[in-house]
């Protein structure tokens, strides 16, 4: 986990150097969390089906930019998960 938010340091970096970005990478299996602080990421355990704990689990006021891999596919494409994700985008 991870290598997706490395990849959009790497292009922030390269392509908008002025904008500070807070990269957080979010999973519920705490195990994961060694590796992602290994590439220089926060870790927060977030449970997918939890939508209302999503900013308090990433210590974010706002989220501007959102990665959402495998988790998308074969987590989350449920009506719960797609209701809370839809409110969060419109908001």
Do not use: Q
């Amino acid at each position: 986990p991870g290598f997706e938010l490395l990849a959009v340091r790497l292009f922030f970096e390269k392509h908008l150097p002025e904008l500070g970005v807070d990269l957080v990478s979010l999973d519920l299996a705490v195990s994961w969390r060694p590796f992602a602080e290994g590439l220089g990421l926060r870790f927060g355990v977030w449970d997918v089906n939890d939508g209302a704990a999503l900013m308090s689990t990433s210590g974010c006021e706002r989220i501007d930019l959102a990665v959402i891999s495998y988790v998308l596919y074969h987590y989350m494409s449920n009506e719960h998960c797609a209701g809370w994700l839809a409110e969060h985008i419109c908001s």
